[in-house]
Structures are given as C-alpha cells and as structure tokens.
C-alpha cells in the first residue's frame, strides 16, 4: 500500500511531466515502434545505475509517455519495491520500463508479477535485467486476448511472441 501512495506521489509531484491525456483514448496493447525504441534506450541508459530513496535494492521504474509534439519522454522515474506488483499507472502513461536488479525466475524473463500487471493494465510493459551486461530486455504485451512476451535485442533486433 505504501508503495502505491509513493508511486502516485511521485507522479503528482511534477503534473507538467507527463501530458494530458484524451480521455477517450486507450493506450495501445502492444507498443509502437517509436515507443519500444525509446523504452529499449533510455531504459539500458538508467541500466546498473543507484537507486536513490528509501529503498536501495528498488526496481527502477519508468513511466513513458508523450509530450505536446508527440514525441516519447519518461513522465515519471522512480524506485519501487522488488517483488511488489506495479499499481495501475496514471493516465497518459502508454508504456512502463521495469528493470530488476536480479532475476527472480529460473529462466530470465518476466515475473509473474510483470505478467499480471500488463493483464490488468493491457499497456505494454518493458522489462530489462540489471544483472547482466549487455542488460537483458523483454516486451510483454497482451497480444491476442493474452499475455505474452518476446526479447528485445540489443541491437533492436525482436523475436517471437511467446506465452
């Protein structure tokens, strides 16, 4: 509970930050290729960094949107507990970044946490392993009424969804 009023007070902190959305519109399910491209550079870029704040061991998290000319920005970066289920993010948000600073499942990829979150949310989610070099990225997306997920090169080369 705690880390979802710090989610959202993080958010609220700078209402510039992040444009307003069209309230009638939903954000795609599966990310455009602008956005994916963003998601895979600044995300690397925050990749082995500190996390600042009350929580040193922290997922970092990145809330990506668009501003006024229509272009990706990070609206909102911040760290959250590991192992914690992401709360639904605010309007305006059309993708989030998740790195983990260590892998949690016996083959990398994305938790069951990371899997939940894009079901509830439909709203693409990348998730990239600190625990590694280069850093591991996964999109996970709801394709086809589920939810599945495939890598994302270092080199923007994708592969094949799986479930």
Known sequence: MIAALLFIAALSADPAAAPAADPTARPAPIADTDLREFAAIAGRKVAGRPVGGPYPTADKVLLIARDDKGYPVVAASLGFPVRQSLPAPPDGTLAVVRLHQRSETIVPGPTADD???????????????EWARPAPMWEVAWVDGAVRFRTIGEVGEIGPWRD
């Not at 899997?115 to 392993?129: H, Q, T, Y």
């Open 115 to 129: 899997l939940a979150f894009v079901a509830a949310n439909k709203l693409p989610l990348f998730v990239i392993g």
